[in-house]
């Protein structure tokens, strides 16, 4: 079992940056893909990025790509998201998730979510 732990959600101005850290519990963390997907309200949940198990390869939704960076530090257990730029379309929560294939199609894992609001 992988619990996982989103933080740095809030509310911020369009042209904004935020920083989201996900923090897991196992010493395995390296083992897994992490990625962030976004819900939001009345929309199904997408793909917003991924990072493979050392950070060599990351993948991004085209919605975001040039805006946000992913990245992971598997000494702390844990996998951010940069957000810079921020539009009022990227209002979602964000949820953290972990699977061990590369795809994520259907991750093993996933945070409670937190709030990401872009006022316009």
């Known amino acids: 079992q992988v619990q996982l732990v989103e933080s740095g959600g809030g509310l911020v101005q369009a042209g904004g940056s935020l920083r989201l850290s996900c923090a897991a519990s196992?010493?395995?963390?390296?083992?897994?893909?992490m990625g962030w997907f976004r819900q939001a309200p009345g929309k199904e949940r997408e793909f917003v990025a991924r990072?493979?198990?050392?950070?060599?390869?990351?993948y991004y939704a085209d919605s975001v790509k040039g805006r946000f960076t992913i990245s992971r530090d598997n000494a702390k257990n844990t996998v951010y998201l940069q957000m810079n730029s921020l539009k009022p379309e990227d209002t979602a929560v964000y949820y953290c998730?972990?699977?061990?294939?590369?795809?994520?199609?259907?991750?093993?894992?996933w945070g409670q979510g937190t709030q990401v609001t872009v006022s316009s």
């Open positions: 990072v493979s198990w050392t950070g060599g390869m990351k």
């Open positions: 196992r010493r395995t963390f390296s083992s897994y893909i």
């Open positions: 998730a972990a699977d061990r294939t590369l795809t994520m199609a259907k991750p093993d894992y």
